[in-house]
């Protein structure tokens, strides 16, 4: 049989796998979306009175904030659906994957999808707070915030996928997780403007990737006039080829991480 | 035409040579085992041929066709089993055998009656929609055998398939193959360090620090050793196999403190033996016919079960 069903097979498998043992561990479900409501009612509510962005008055912390919670509940779920290929490592099922007829790419692809899966479904779980966030029918843009998502959840997957890879343990994982995700969380523009911050943390923040996310769920949330107060990237094209560039680049990468190493 | 063909295999971690150009021809039908002690290269072998390494240099030839190890037909037309469990404990047996069957594209109405026949067939329809977390080695190990047999494959490779198992489920794992061979098409490639299992192969490739020694028949090796093995115990081993080649002209081998003797007859060679040494300095000693440890032994100089140095594991990092 040609090497493309059998890809589309691994593919399918690999996701459908990943969906179904979310669903049977149900603290999983639960800690996915008490987490980032927690975090965005505890840390928004303690800066929206001392926060104030010039040129962007009529902006609460709680709002300002929003945009990043849904990037970080992407990063956070994206982060564990993929710890499953380190203990799909442990526990000897990756073997079986690896010598099957699926090419390497199907298996990043298969592995990336389900995990993307996860993630937006939590993240769209979370975004049903939107309204209590002043998100309105009339600044939503709903495609744009769909493609934000898609395109956020699979570029951070196949990071995600890079990453477990090549580190052996989950507890690896941890710290390599709270060494870099986290900091490029923390300068996505997630918790403060770039606007105000120091110019080596303004230059860190410009190159981040994960900033498109955040800046391009603003938009989508909140409107081009918002958007354009807070200031970042010029329109929302801008937003969703740098984020279709950083899935892309780290798929490649995941890809020959994955045919690099059995 | 052989089914399956390789020339040359090699493969080096880090400078260290695990498998030195394994050149083999694998007939349809066969079971053929590669047989050696740990470190000999045949896990090096099964992981090539399960596509989880790459091979430094070599050719690998299905029907006669040249295909990588990678190639969607070999990796299709093969089943794998491997040592160490690959089962996902969080699916049921039935979930696992699906998962296998579609992993290999088998239509979805096709894939439910293959994994139903599968269940049935190793006595495992009633507990289908059990979890395998809590399943037994020797059930797993069937589990794991079916699920490398629901797409229908014509190439069955396996690792050490029955290492860890009790007597009772290497018997039943056995049976099982025995069944598959006699409704025919299925040719098996497994590896081993059980000289009990090399016996009930068709045919045995000898591994050695990564060199292929001699493949032929279970029969044909055994008959290279010729007679009798006799088996001494005693207390200072080494003078014993001395005094034995000094006054009886036999040549003598200590292996893992006990003295063997290959011996042409080993019912005449026995009284004089015992003659030859003072009472109580023998502690024992034994006839039998040669075994495939004891091919191995005189082919390498030294016994099957001894472990030589260990191969890097497969989830080693590689440069």
């Known amino acids: 049989m040609a090497r493309g069903s059998m890809d589309v097979a691994t593919v399918r498998v690999l996701a459908a796998r990943d969906v179904t043992r979310f ?6 479900v639960i800690g996915a979306l008490a987490q980032p409501i927690l975090f965005w009612l505890v840390i928004g509510s303690g800066f929206q009175g001392s926060f104030r962005l010039p040129g962007a008055e009529g902006l609460g912390y709680m709002q300002y904030f929003f945009p990043g919670v849904v990037t970080m509940v992407l990063l956070f779920s994206a982060i564990f659906a993929t710890i499953t290929v380190i203990e799909d490592r442990k526990e000897g099922f990756l073997q079986c994957v690896l010598a099957g007829p699926g090419s390497r790419l199907s298996v990043v692809v ?40 898609a395109l956020t959840a699979l570029a951070l997957t196949a990071v995600g996928v890079s990453l477990a890879w090549w580190v052996q343990s989950s ?43 955040v800046e391009g769920m603003r938009r989508a949330l909140y409107g081009d006039a918002v958007a354009a107060s807070v200031g970042g990237a010029a329109s929302a094209l801008v937003e969703v080829g740098a984020l279709g560039l950083f899935a892309v680049v780290f798929f490649a990468l995941a890809t020959v991480s994955v045919s690099r190493r059995p | ?127 289908a929609d059990e979890r395998v977390a809590g399943w037994s080695g ?12 629901v797409h229908g494959p014509r190439i069955l490779l396996l690792d050490e398939p029955t290492q860890g198992l009790d007597e009772a489920s290497f018997r039943s794992f056995w049976k099982h193959l025995g069944q598959l061979r006699a409704a025919g098409g299925l040719t098996v490639l497994l590896t081993s360090h059980r000289a009990d299992e090399a016996a009930l192969c068709t ?43 000094e006054v009886l002209g036999v040549s003598a081998e200590v292996v893992e403190g006990r003295v063997v003797v290959e011996a042409g007859s080993g019912h005449a060679l026995i009284p004089r033996l015992v003659e030859a040494f003072p009472a109580g300095r023998l502690a024992s000693v034994s006839l039998r016919r040669p075994t495939l440890a004891d091919v191995f032994l005189k082919l390498t100089g030294h016994a099957l079960g001894a472990d030589q140095p260990a191969e890097p594991p497969a989830t080693r990092r590689r440069r």
Not at chain 2, 7 to 16: M, S, V
Not at chain 2, 91 to 115: D, F, W
Not at chain 2, 210 to 228: E, F, Q
């Open chain 1, 23 to 28: 669903f049977r561990q149900p603290s999983r």
């Open chain 1, 110 to 149: 298969g592995k990336a999808l389900g995990a993307s899966a996860i993630a937006l479904l939590q993240a769209s779980l979370f975004l049903l707070f939107a309204p209590l966030a002043g998100v309105t029918a009339s600044s939503l843009s709903l495609p744009l915030l769909l493609s934000v998502m």
């Open chain 1, 171 to 213: 507890a690896g994982y941890h710290a390599v997780m709270s060494l870099l995700l986290i900091p490029m969380w923390v300068l996505s523009g997630a918790m403060f403007p770039v606007r105000g911050a120091g110019p080596v943390l303004q230059a860190l923040m410009y190159v981040n990737p994960m900033r498109f996310a």
């Open chain 2, 138 to 149: 020797g059930m797993r190990r069937r589990l794991e055998l079916a699920r490398a047999l």
């Open chain 2, 1 to 127: 035409m052989p089914l399956l063909r390789l020339e040359g295999l090699r493969k080096t971690f880090r400078g260290r040579v695990a498998l030195d150009g394994l050149s083999l021809r694998v007939e349809e039908g066969e079971v053929f085992g590669l047989l050696g002690p740990n470190g000999a290269g045949k896990s090096t072998a099964f992981q090539l041929l399960a596509g989880l390494l790459k091979a430094d240099t070599g050719r690998v030839y299905l029907e006669g066709r040249q295909v990588g190890l990678d190639d969607a037909a070999l990796r299709s037309r093969m089943g794998v089993v491997f040592q160490r469990g690959s089962l996902d404990e969080h699916l049921t047996a039935r979930e696992n055998l699906m998962l296998g069957a579609r992993l290999y594209a088998v239509p979805h109405a096709q894939a439910k009656v293959r994994v139903e026949e599968m269940l049935g067939w190793m006595g495992f329809s009633d507990r």
């Open chain 2, 203 to 245: 045919r045995l490739a000898v591994l050695d620090k990564g060199k292929l020694v001699a493949c032929d028949t279970p029969d044909a090796l055994v008959s290279r050793v010729g007679g009798d093995i006799v088996t001494v115990e005693a207390s200072a081993p080494e003078e014993v196999a001395a005094g034995l080649s």
